[in-house]
């Protein structure tokens, strides 16, 4: 492992889900935190607390990504601690769809969450990444061309956009930042809801490895795009399978 101690990350959605794990991946790898949420006071700070316990530094900001308003406070308290940022993690994602395949104001949500807040976070962290930086975006195998189902078409929909965006940033940033995505299958987080035994069993019936992807699992991947200095502009899909059968 390299020296990371002045190292810092900034991962959207890391009060919980594959966020925290990923926060928690990252400091043990040995880089100090910086993390956004929007409502979750206890989970966020459970994660700094977890990230301190790795001794490395932990900040979580409670803030709606897409503000410019309230990312631009952030980004004020970032630049106060740090000159430099390493590594962003743009894994804010929300499930909404309601009366698929026509509902305006649902794509709009999506749009609003899914994709273009994640430019507004890349903008503002950019200027700050130096050379050998790296940027992950967290996708879904939802966001590959036919594979969403007709009920997650506004969330495919903006994912695929997103996996065009972050080929296309790669191109641009590269050779002094490199950008790749991971593309999770179904992770057991709190974006499913409470589900009970019956309802996790049959979520992973036509799995081909017949599990739930952890969010630590998600969290491996994120590591391994960010050390592979030859990896860039990959979508790594982490779903046990899913994507086999060519739908999910
Ligand atoms: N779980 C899956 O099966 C799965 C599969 C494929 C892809 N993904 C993708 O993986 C990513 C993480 O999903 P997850 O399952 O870990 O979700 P999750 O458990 O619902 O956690 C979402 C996180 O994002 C934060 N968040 C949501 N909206 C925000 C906003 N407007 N501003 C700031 N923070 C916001 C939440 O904060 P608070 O809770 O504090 O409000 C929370 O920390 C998403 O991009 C999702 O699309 C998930």
Known sequence: MRQQSERWA?????????????????????????????????????VEKAIQSYGRKAKLFQADITSDAQLDKVFDQIK????????????????DE?????AIE??????QVNF??????????VPLMP????????????GFIGSGMPETIAYSAMKAALNSYMKNLARALAPKIRVNAVAPGRTLTPMWGDLDKAEKRYWIK????????????VADAV??????????????????????????
């Not at 890391?14 to 206890?42: M, V």
Request: with cysteine; proline share 3%; hydrophobic share 45%.
């Open 10 to 46: 900034l991962v959207t959605g890391a009060s919980k889900g594959i966020g925290a794990a990923i926060a928690k991946r990252l400091a043990r790898e040995g880089l100090n935190i910086f993390g956004i949420y929007r409502t979750d006071k206890t989970g966020a700070a459970q």
């Open 80 to 95: 106060k601690t740090t000159p430099t940022l390493h590594v962003l993690v743009n894994n804010v994602g929300i499930y």
């Open 98 to 102: 309601r009366e698929a395949p026509f």
């Open 106 to 111: 649902v794509f709009e949500h999506n749009f």
């Open 116 to 125: 273009l807040a994640q430019i507004k976070v890349a903008k503002r962290a």
């Open 131 to 142: 050379k050998g930086s790296s940027i992950v975006f967290i996708s879904s195998i939802a």
């Open 206 to 217: 036509d799995v081909p490895l017949k599990k739930w992807v952890t969010p630590e699992e």
């Open 223 to 248: 590591w391994f795009l960010i050390e592979n200095t030859a990896v860039c502009g990959e979508i790594l899909t982490v779903d046990a399978g899913l994507m086999l059968k060519g739908e999910y």
